[in-house]
Nanobody, 116 residues
Framework: QVQLVESGGGLAQPGGSLRLSCLAS????????MYWFRQAPGEERDFVARINWSGQMTYYADSVKGRFTISRDNAKNTMYLQMNSLKPEDTAVYYC?????????WGKGTLVTVSS
């Protein structure tokens, strides 16, 4: 079965960096576009970034463009989100997701808190 496990969240100071990982299993990882979403307290879940199967095409939400970098290592079935120049408004639970067979699968998320 499809499983997605996020890790790497934690507490960071404004201007700091964190690197999130998403370990995938149960499907042919190197054939699928992967996504990062986030959900701040009391807010809806929002798109952050996506990456195509090869890693050569990426797309970002305006709010993170120039600060976050999405990447993947197909040999490790893992996707990453490098987050730099973090702001308090980046505080959220971050989720990875894949659309497999017409169904969206989500991990349980990893909490990122940006605070001094």
């Amino acid at each position: 079965q499809v499983q997605l496990v996020e890790s790497g969240g934690g507490l960071a100071q404004p201007g700091g960096s964190l690197r999130l990982s998403c370990l995938a299993s149960g499907f042919t990882f190197n054939s699928y576009t992967m996504y990062w979403f986030r959900q701040a307290p009391g807010e809806e879940r929002d798109f952050v970034a996506r990456i195509n199967w090869s890693g050569q095409m990426t797309y970002y939400a305006d709010s993170v463009k120039g600060r976050f970098t999405i990447s993947r290592d197909n040999a490790k079935n893992t996707m990453y989100l490098q987050m730099n120049s973090l702001k308090p408004e980046d505080t959220a639970v971050y989720y990875c997701t894949v659309d497999h067979g017409g169904m969206a699968y989500w991990g349980k998320g990893t909490l990122v808190t940006v605070s001094s």
